[in-house]
């Protein structure tokens, strides 16, 4: 099932949650999706490139039923906020699919039938833990309380086992074949380490997966029993497909289908590495090429998103900046797959150094002596020196290597290479003096070959740099008096020396401005939403006996222990609670050895909702004494089981 060799580009981002405000993590993903659609088209394929909204399923129910209003009001208020801001951020998708449209609707139903024809979907009992109050099924993985019972984790309350009539998608069928085709594709996921978590997670079992809901109204109903709504995940991962013209243009769907990449977040990785191939498989479709994992954006070690209150506004950067120096940052801080800091202090340096210092000082150094000595259009000019050359030379070897990296996805390093080429090329300003050159009347030549050089170097860093800052790009073409932008240049066609003697450039406009960190920093203080006023006077918060009893504190075993990466004050710990082993980050490192602590017990709180601290997921907490700011751990003395309550 390869795909066939076609000189095609289909990319897709993650479709996004309308109960949700478009922020920077958002943005990622559709910034490296765009900027390798734009790097494929100038590589000579045609491409498509697919974005949309997910606005099915419960979290969109209960947001509406939130805001009093109909889902389908919330979806059309904040739709145009994902469309807004991927117009601001200069984004070129082919189409965008909003799961609420007929030809998606139409198309899941569809498939959902056929599978259903086929016995690849079974109506069947499913039976589970049920929050009556919340109206949900809860996580496999929520523990059992001291009692013996779960405990909605969004509520609080009781739950009880409840089975409901659900169809189920056979997924226990395709665990061989899945991971034989990951034996067989190692690149279908990335980073090569996101393919290792997906084959073992595959390797431990897979079981049949329900896929309808009838306590979900919000959604595509099951053809011909719309007592049961189909699950939000099903709906949305067909989008790849009805996005693509599956069942309403089929030509399209021909040319592009399968994808070749699917670009994510690695919280959903699952979805897209797991039961999307198995549906596929199920529906005869060939697989996608890759699905590529990001990491996230993280903000005060956190993932940004709206339930911890951390999001950071793109606007607050792209209303003073322009999209450019955000989608440059992006890509060129951190490789696809692994996670990233945001700080505004980190993205202003960043800008000041490569952009406004290197790349900006470059073009309007050079435009600028352009003017200065001859008038805008670079006269008779001397033949090509060795240094000349050397720049030249430098030029093809960057190009390649650029090129290579935005083939493999690694824009960063892509990012990282063509910088190499700018240094050089202010080098070889610095090395030939122009602006004593122009002192020499009899050197008039030799100051024009300079010029038309750097010139040229800068034509071709503005061709390389175009997937990535596509309006900058095209900005500094028009100032060297071409008539074509960069991304109409194939990068086959172009060649260095084709800038053109006695072109008329234009004086040199502020590309990218250097930025006041202070200046900024005001100017974000305004967009933020105005910081909780902290109590004068800290009083102690009293709670009932019933409140504490929500805290499920069990002894834990340590298994293993070591030292996060970066870090002085963290370990990582695996440890046992008697029915199964969970990974917890406490910030004791500074008073024990990780050695120190395998083998000890202590309590842990285990139903403390996961965090990300340090990019690395902590599934509870110790509890520990503090002095002078250190941690001292109880731990306990005599032997007792893993797992024990603790009250
Ligand atoms: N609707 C589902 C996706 C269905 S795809 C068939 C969903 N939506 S989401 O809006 O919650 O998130 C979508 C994606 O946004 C994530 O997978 C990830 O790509 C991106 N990000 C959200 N927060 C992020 C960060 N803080 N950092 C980087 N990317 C993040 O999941």
Redesign the pocket.
Known sequence: MAKKFKPTFYVTT????VN?VPHI??A??TIIADSLARYNKMAGREVFFLTGT?EHGQKIEKAAAEKGMTPLQLADSVVTRAQDLWKALDISHDFFIRTTMEIHEKGVQKLFKNLLDKGDIYKGEYEGWYCVSDENFLAEDVPLNKEGVKVCPDCGKKAAVVSEETYFFRLSAYQQKLLEYYEAHPQFVRPPSRMNEVANFVRSGLRDLSITRTTVKWGVPVPGDPAHTIYVWFD??H?YLTGIGWDWDMTLFKKYWPANLHL??K??LRFHAVFWPAFLMASGFPLPGCVFG?G??LKDEA???KSKGNVLDPYVIIDALGPDPLRYFLLREIPIGLDGNFSHEGFIHRVNSDLANDFGNLVHRTLTMVQQYFGGAIGEREDESADDRALREMFERVKAAVLGHYESYAVNKALEELWTFIGAANKYLADNVPWKLTKEPDKRRRLARVLWQAAAAIRGAGHLVAPVMPGSAKKIWELLGETAAPFDVPFADFRFADLKPGQAMKAPVPLFPRVDLKEFLAAEAKHAPPAKAEPKEKTMDIITFEEFKKLDLRVALVLKAERVEGTTKLLKLQIDLGTEQRQIVAGVAETYTPEELVGKKFTVIVNLKPAIIRGVESQGMLLAGLTGGKAVIPFFERDIAPGSVVQ
């Open positions: 993650p479709i996004y949650y949700d993590g958002h990622y993903t997910d949305a991962l989008n994510i977040g919280d959903i990001h996230w954006w993932k940004m998103s």
